[in-house]
């Protein structure tokens, strides 16, 4: 198990430019992910089934769980900047298909909301040490409380964004009004980018990332917990 002295330390202010602009970013980008609860609503109207649009609902969270197991044993191997600039690159061809594919088969948005996942399950908890690591050690926990706060912030707001860009619409019970919805999400996605552009970055721990997620998963704790996430959401 690592200990505190395995980690980049930081000195300074805990709410410094850093912490905003990742602040900034992190909840950009979550508005950008709840815009897409909305790709079920979209898809009933197109006319699709019922299996099909509640699969593409949990799509999201089955390819976080994927690429956790598949690839979160690199995490550590690049610095938080490279890597989390890389986990943007599947939420940029996501908003992209979820704007282009409107007119083609709905199976299409399983790829949209399956792309997210490797942001979801790979990207925020980086950004999370990110930013923590960007602030004295003794202030983190202070770093991940106000990033929770933020994010929770995101998750009512993407919804409620989604939904009042829907009513501008003349129609928006129309598939098509959810266009302007895509949209928007589209155009949080370079927003999200400038803001993490603008932080400084924060170098890897020096640790073996060839190590495989398997021991940890045996672990009692590990299960304890993965039991207490799934309960709870």
Known sequence: MRSASDFPTATGPVFSRSFFTLTLAFFVYVVNLNLFNLVPYFLELRGAGEA???????????????????????????????????????VAVSDVLALTMMQQHPAWYLLVTGLQGAMTGLGLPLLFLWAAERAPFERRMDVFAW??????????????????????????????????????GLICFPVTLALMLATPDAPAPAVDGRQSLLPLLRRRETLLLLAATTLFG
Not at 61 to 88: N, P, Q
Not at 162 to 175: A, I, M, Q, R, Y
């Open 52 to 90: 099909l649009y509640g699969a593409v609902g949990g799509m999201a969270g089955l390819a976080s769980f994927a690429f956790i197991v598949l690839l979160g044993h690199m995490a550590d191997t690049h610095s938080r900047k490279r890597a989390i600039l890389l986990y943007l690159i599947p």
């Open 147 to 184: 990033l929770g706060v933020g994010g929770l912030c995101a998750d009512a707001f993407g919804p409620l964004l989604g939904e009042l860009v829907l009513n501008l619409s003349d129609n928006p019970e129309s598939p098509q009004a959810y266009a302007a919805v895509f949209w928007a």
